[in-house]
């Protein structure tokens, strides 16, 4: 059994079968091409096309089931997150037909509260007057009263 050193710096014999990927790979990577027999070269390329068949096709068709799942998860994900932020902007416009509601019935207990300010001041000035003019009553009933008893006291003296 013969052992070689390739450029690659592995060990093969030439009993060693080496798989078909991994000889592409030294092919590739190393530049191992130039060390091939003319024998070699034909199994190589024989083995390239077994190996696109065999591995690199099925690979590929896999890569894009996984690329449509993840594109289809995407896709998916973003319709949700379209439909969240529909939720949030139908709550912001509700929110903000509710604000403007409660400002209008803000402004309508201002105006109401004006008005009960309006009405106390006009009772209380009503009742003022009420006040002022039973003290004026008051005093000329007084005034009469004194005026009645000095009536009397003359009368009586007389």
């Known amino acids: 059994m013969s052992t070689t050193k390739s450029s690659s710096g592995f060990r093969r014999t030439s009993k060693d079968k080496m798989p078909a990927m991994e000889m592409l ?3 590739v990577l190393y530049g191992e091409k130039s060390s091939l ?5 034909r199994f190589l390329s024989k083995t390239k096309k077994e190996v ?3 591995e690199v096709i099925p690979f590929f068709k896999t890569l894009k089931e996984h690329f449509v799942g993840v594109q289809k998860a995407l896709f998916k994900e973003v319709k949700e997150m379209e439909e969240i932020f529909d939720q949030m902007n139908n709550e912001v416009d509700k929110n903000t037909v509710d604000k403007q509601c409660a400002e209008i019935e803000k402004k309508n207990l ?3 509260n004006e008005n009960l300010i309006v009405n106390c001041l006009s009772t209380q ?3 003022d007057v009420e006040k002022s003019r039973c003290l004026d009553l008051e005093a000329d009933m007084s005034k009469v009263h004194d005026e009645s ?3 009397q006291n003359l009368k009586g003296n007389a």
């Open 25 to 27: 790979m030294r092919m």
């Open 37 to 41: 027999t003319e024998g070699g070269k």
């Open 52 to 54: 696109t068949s065999n």
């Open 110 to 112: 201002l105006i109401e």
């Open 125 to 127: 000035l009503l009742y």
């Open 149 to 151: 008893n000095l009536f």
